[in-house]
C-alpha cells in the first residue's frame, strides 16, 4: 500500500524523536560550531539537551501538521531568551546554535527518507525558515526586555552577575564582556575575590546589606570599574579591584572576620577563584587566620595541597609562596631559610651556616620582606616549609 506524505513525515518523525543520537547530534554540532557553547562546562550540557529535544519533537512536530508555532512554545522562547540574556550569552550565537540544529535536523530528515518528494522538502524548509524568524523576533524582544529589567535594577543585575560567575555560567571573556557592556559596567580586571565571613563560630547566613556594607568599606578611590557583592550562606563574595587586597585585612580585622582574597585567576574563572577560598575558609586552622591579614592565593593552594586536591602544579604552589626567594640571586635567603626550618631557631640555624645570630635575623627579615611572610610564624613557616620542599 502506499503510503501517503503525511505517513512518510510521521514515520520520520517517530523514527529521530525515539532515536537519542539525533539529540546528540544536535548538541554535537552547535557544541562544535559555535565558540560560546564550545568554552560551556559539562554542568550546562544536560540544559542545552533538553532545549535541543524539546526544539526536535515540536519542529517535527509543525512539519508533519503544517502548523506554526503556538502560544505556549513562543511563551517558553522568551523564557529560554531570557535565560540566556540573563546569564550572558550573545543572542546573535544562541540564533546561530538553532540555526546549526535546523541544519542537523535538516541532514538526519534526508537520510531517513531519502525519496523524500518534493513537497515534503518544501514543507520542510518552509516551515524551519518560518520559525526561525519568528523564533529570531521573540528571542530579540525577550532580550531586550530582560536588558532593561536588569540595568533598572544596578544592585540586582550586579548580584545577578557575579552570582553567575561564581556558578561557573559564563561561558567566556567574549560572553562577559557583551554582558558587562549591556550593563554599562566594567569589572576589574586584574580583580580580587575576596569571601569572608565573621571570626565566631556561630555564623549565621549572611544578610546582603553586610555585604554591601563590606564593599563600600573596600571601595578604591577613583576606581573607573565596578565591584560587585553577594552573599553565600554564612559567607560574603566580593569582586573588588585587586589593590583592594591590600586593605582588606585590616578592614575584616575591625569587624572581627576573616577571609580568603584570591587575585590570580582571571574573570572567565572567578568559580575556581570562589571554590579555592572558599576551601581554604573550611580547611585552614585557626592559627592561620592573623589579625589584620586575610588569606592570599598561596595560602589557599598550599591548603588545598595538603588536602589532597591542588589546583595549580606543585612547582606554581613554590612560585607563588616563596616570590623572589625562588630566583637565583637570593639562594643565600633560601638557604638560611631552610637552615633555620630545619634547625628549629635562629641561634641553631646561624651556627651551622658560620653566621653570627644577628646576621641569620637579619636575613630571616629580608625573607619576610619579599614574601610576606614570617618564617617566625607557625602558619607561615609551615607554608614556607611546604613551599622550599616541593620546589626543589
Known amino acids: ?68 508555532l503556538e502560544p505556549a512554545d513562543l511563551r517558553r522562547l522568551r523564557g529560554i531568551a531570557a535565560a540566556r540574556a540573563a546569564d550572558g550569552r550573545p543572542v546573535q550565537a544562541v540564533l546561530r546554535a538553532y540555526r546549526v540544529a535546523g541544519t542537523v535536523l535538516t541532514d538526519e530528515v534526508a537520510a531517513r527518507a531519502p525519496r523524500l518528494t518534493t513537497a515534503d522538502a518544501f514543507a ?3 516551515m524551519l525558515l518560518t520559525t526561525l524568524d519568528t523564533l529570531a523576533e521573540e528571542m530579540t524582544a525577550a532580550y531586550a526586555t530582560t536588558d532593561e529589567d536588569l540595568a533598572a535594577d544596578r544592585d540586582r543585575a550586579l548580584r545577578l552577575l557575579l552570582d553567575d560567575l561564581i556558578a561557573g555560567r559564563h561561558a567566556s571573556v567574549g560572553a562577559l564582556t557583551d554582558r558587562s557592556a549591556r550593563l554599562g559596567i566594567q569589572l576589574p580586571d586584574p580583580y580580587c575575590l575576596l569571601v569572608a565571613e565573621p571570626a565566631g563560630a556561630d555564623r549565621p547566613d549572611m544578610a546582603q546589606d553586610a555585604a554591601t556594607g563590606l564593599l563600600d568599606a573596600l571601595a578604591v578611590p577613583g576606581a573607573e570599574v565596578t565591584s560587585a557583592a553577594t552573599v553565600r550562606g554564612s559567607r560574603a563574595v566580593l569582586l573588588l579591584p585587586a589593590l583592594a587586597a591590600g586593605r ?37 586552622p585557626a592559627h592561620a587566620h592573623r589579625a589584620g591579614c586575610v588569606l592570599t592565593d598561596a595560602d589557599a593552594h598550599v591548603l588545598a595541597l595538603l588536602a589532597g586536591h591542588p589546583v595549580a602544579a606543585p612547582e606554581r604552589i613554590a612560585r607563588l609562596v616563596l616570590g623572589p626567594l ?67
Open 124 to 126: 520542510l524548509a518552509r
Open 248 to 284: 582588606a585585612g585590616a578592614v575584616l580585622g575591625a569587624r572581627d572576620w576573616r577571609g580568603c582574597a584570591i587575585s590570580g585567576q582571571s574573570l572567565d574563572r572567578v568559580a575556581v577563584a570562589h571554590r579555592l577560598a572558599a576551601d581554604a575558609l573550611d580547611t585552614a
Open 326 to 392: 625562588a630566583e637565583p640571586g637570593q639562594r643565600h635567603l633560601l638557604e638560611a631559610l631552610t637552615v633555620y626550618i630545619d634547625a628549629g631557631s635562629a641561634n641553631a640555624a646561624a651556627r651551622e651556616l658560620h653566621l653570627h645570630p644577628q646576621s641569620l635575623r637579619y636575613r630571616l627579615r629580608r625573607i619576610h620582606a619579599l614574601t610576606s611572610r614570617d618564617p617566625r610564624d607557625p602558619w607561615q613557616r609551615l607554608t614556607l616549609d611546604i613551599a622550599r620542599t616541593i620546589g626543589t
Open 1 to 68: 500500500m502506499t503510503r501517503s506524505p503525511a505517513d512518510i513525515r510521521e514515520r520520520v518523525r517517530q523514527e529521530m524523536v525515539a532515536d537519542p543520537r539525533v539529540v546528540e547530534a544536535i548538541v554535537a554540532a552547535v557544541h562544535e560550531q559555535v565558540p560560546v557553547y564550545a568554552a560551556l562546562d559539562d554542568s550546562r550540557l544536560p540544559e542545552v539537551r533538553a532545549i535541543a529535544a524539546w526544539g526536535l519533537e515540536r519542529l517535527l512536530h509543525l512539519w508533519v501538521t503544517d502548523g506554526i
